[in-house]
């Protein structure tokens, strides 16, 4: 099936540091979105991204966190700075229609 | 608010034996659309059943839910687990808004375990 890839799977940033979480989403897909899954938790909704604008943006989408998808490329997740609560799985997804949402694998952010 | 509950984080079964996973939901929302989402280890979330259709069965690979508003519910169940059902499965409630924007809420997620 479609394929989101995140990469790298895990990255490891000091606190206080810029860190940018990349997603390659579906060719064709026009609606992203980030989730956050601390662990032992539940995956929690953050973003999400249409037509080059945030559309909506839960209570866990701090000022500190920014998205964008520069010329219709990687999908990113920019935190700045980043705090040690910020450590968590931060799984990119992508919608041709919102109908499904095709995941990625998730990359792990430990902030240290 | 709106939420996903899924009661089991653990559930452990014998291969050839049926098994169910719960979940359970709460929101204010009528137009909504489940889905059950399954995560083989080291890899991504995909969609194993979904629907929004009150009191229909839906199927796919041996399992099956059926979607009962006036329960809250929408369960998981397997007449004869096997060992490669193995995963974490995540229970998930899409709201549908009006200014076109959809989130999905989730709930805890259920490892499912198959012994021999």
């Known amino acids: 099936g479609p394929k989101v890839l995140q990469i790298p799977s895990h990255q490891i940033i000091d606190m206080g540091q810029m860190v940018t979480l990349n997603c390659d989403p579906v060719s064709n897909h026009l609606y992203f979105y980030w989730y956050k899954q601390i662990l032992g938790q539940q995956m929690e909704f953050l973003v999400n991204f249409y037509n080059g604008k945030v559309m909506e943006k839960s209570k866990l989408f701090k000022d500190q966190f920014s998205v964008e998808r520069p010329d219709g490329s990687y999908f990113t997740l920019k935190i700045q700075p980043t705090a040690l609560e910020d450590s968590a799985v931060y799984f990119c997804?992508?919608?041709?229609?919102?109908?499904?949402?095709?995941f990625g694998k998730g990359t792990r952010l430990t902030v240290v | 608010g709106d939420s996903v509950t899924q009661t089991e984080g653990l559930v452990t079964v014998t291969e050839g034996l049926p098994v169910k996973l719960n979940c359970t939901y709460q929101t204010t929302y009528l137009t909504i659309a489940f889905f059950w989402y399954v995560q083989y280890l080291n890899e991504a979330p995909q969609v194993l059943l979904k629907?929004?259709?009150d009191n229909k069965r839906t199927e796919h690979q041996g399992f099956h839910a059926t979607l009962h508003k006036s329960s809250s519910s929408f369960h998981l169940q397997k007449s004869s687990a096997q060992l490669s059902d193995s995963a974490l499965y995540y229970c998930?409630?899409?709201?549908?808004?009006?200014?076109?924007?959809?989130?999905?809420?989730w709930g805890l997620g259920t490892s499912l375990v198959v012994n021999p």
């Open positions: 629907s929004s259709t």
């Open positions: 997804a992508s919608s041709p229609d919102r109908a499904e949402v095709f």
């Open positions: 998930a409630l899409r709201l549908s808004n009006v200014g076109d924007n959809s989130k999905l809420i």
